[in-house]
């Protein structure tokens, strides 16, 4: 069977949204596939190892267009007479009304612009790519993963071109996503334009089996879900022990996404500790959001008990996740967020370490965690205070070990892979006796 993969993000770019395609495409190679990808070579981070030959990678240019929002500001100075009167408005600290004015002229701008997301001009380059590399070597199923849901439009633009079917990889869901943030109007928009991708594909998977219901209801289309999961032989062949130092060390890897992963909890909560104990407790951030986590601990006077360190590649991310003592898993305290279940979740759990959870405390990745007794789950400060004193304790008595194996037990990508693949028969197998019929 030949497989095209169609991806904005795909490795050596080091962003999560290229782990999970590039781990299938690795799963499919090795399964002895035909396999080739469409995807961009944009700049950046280009540590996570690509891992098929680079022969079977079409990588298009993308340019991102020029933000013409210049335009706006000279408009909107040459009518400053017509809209003068909004400096008579209310003001609030920092926020003049013009200003205001401005920040939602900006948001529609933008929302108008960039339909249905940033990475649109990619459909300029990727299709005429496509049309060429099918021309040359015909793929079965075109699988297209998404967001950016650009994807979604050069897949379905190639499905309906040589009457290949596709499959939609709702990584994060569209219209229904928790931090979706375009105006009011655009939802309109999007809406009709995820009904027209769904319609067209053969199939839909996505990461979270709440995420999975969500769009069976929105498309009344039936939805596998296919969890990111781990892969065994990316993590240290020797595991490497916890140091033995004094102190417990608490440790997330990943994107801080300002009002949404929220460490204030676990800040608050090393700030109740008595002085005995706060000192025994560091907390430790490799990431992209230093500026903003530093400032939250500065407001809660624990700047002493956290550092922040840039990003690293994948490979030493979790070797880091597996000598930390504790592991950071934080996600948005909302009941829209109940159905993420993020891939960090996974490698915690091969990890072995305990997690500490702070999020959504009835949603799917907090079940997780509680059912395989993998961690903590709360959002209460003095709860989480209680709980660092235990760890803190058996960490001095050597008591801090690693979980069970059974806490990952099914988990693996392969596992979910697997899933896939009885997806990709199905869907052949409805072509064929649709064409037999």
């Known amino acids: 069977m030949n497989v095209l993969i169609v991806s904005f993000w795909f490795p050596p770019s080091n962003v999560v949204g290229a782990i999970r395609v590039g781990k299938l495409a690795r799963y499919l190679d090795r399964r002895g596939y035909g396999l080739r990808v469409l995807t961009t ?71 108008l612009r960039n339909i249905p997301d940033l990475r649109r001009a990619w459909i300029k380059t ?23 849901f650009t994807s979604l439009i050069v897949s379905s633009r190639l499905s309906r071109a040589f009457g290949i079917p596709w499959i939609a990889d709702f990584r994060d869901l569209w219209v229904d996503g928790p931090y979706y943030s ?15 991708m769904v319609r067209s594909a053969a199939a839909l998977v996505t990461v979270s089996p709440i995420w999975a219901e969500q769009l069976r209801q929105r498309h009344g289309k039936a939805v596998e879900a296919i969890l990111n999961g781990y892969a065994e032989e990316d993590f240290p062949e020797h595991v490497p022990q916890p140091g033995q130092r004094a102190r417990l060390t608490i440790r997330y890897t990943g994107s801080i996404y300002r009002g949404f992963r929220d460490p204030s909890a676990l800040f608050a909560a090393i700030g109740l500790l008595p002085d005995g104990l706060r000192t025994r407790v560091m907390v430790e951030f490799f990431g992209d959001a230093g500026d903003d986590v530093l400032e939250l601990a500065r407001q ?26 504790i592991l950071l898993l934080l996600q948005w305290s909302d009941k829209r967020d109940e159905g993420n279940l993020p891939g960090k979740i996974f490698e915690y759990l091969y990890a072995r ?19 395989r007794g993998a961690g903590f789950v709360s959002n209460v400060p003095e ?39 009885h997806v990709f028969a199905k869907v052949l197998n409805q072509r064929h006796g649709a064409t037999q019929a």
Not at 309 to 315: A, G, K, L, N, T
Not at 388 to 397: F, G, N, T
Not at 416 to 421: D, P
Request: charge should be positive; include cysteine.
């Open 41 to 111: 070579d944009i700049g950046g981070d280009r540590s996570l190892p690509l891992e098929i030959a680079r022969e079977q990678v079409t990588c298009t240019d993308y340019r991102q267009g020029k933000d013409r929002l210049a335009c706006m500001v000279r408009l909107f100075r040459r009518g400053s007479a017509e809209l003068g009167a909004v400096d008579e408005l209310p003001r609030t600290e920092g926020h003049t009304p013009r200003k205001r004015l401005w920040d939602s002229l900006r948001h529609h701008y933008h929302g």
């Open 126 to 148: 990727a299709v005429p790519a496509g049309r060429r590399l099918i021309a040359e070597w015909r793929p079965d199923i075109i699988f297209a993963s998404a967001p950016p």
């Open 182 to 196: 375009e105006p009011g109007w655009r939802r309109r928009v999007d809406a009709v334009l995820e009904h027209g």
């Open 300 to 325: 809660h006077r624990v700047d002493d008990r956290v550092t922040v360190r840039p990003p690293v590649p994948y490979s030493r991310s979790l070797e880091l996740q597996m000598t930390a003592d």
């Open 353 to 371: 370490r305990p997690i500490l959870f702070i999020g959504y405390e009835h949603g799917t990745a907090a079940r997780l965690i509680r059912e």
């Open 383 to 421: 709860r989480i205070c209680d709980q660092l004193a235990l760890w803190i304790e058996d960490k001095k008595s050597d008591r801090l070990n690693r979980l069970d194996p059974s806490v990952s037990r099914g988990l693996s990508r392969d596992d979910q892979f697997r899933k896939l693949e």
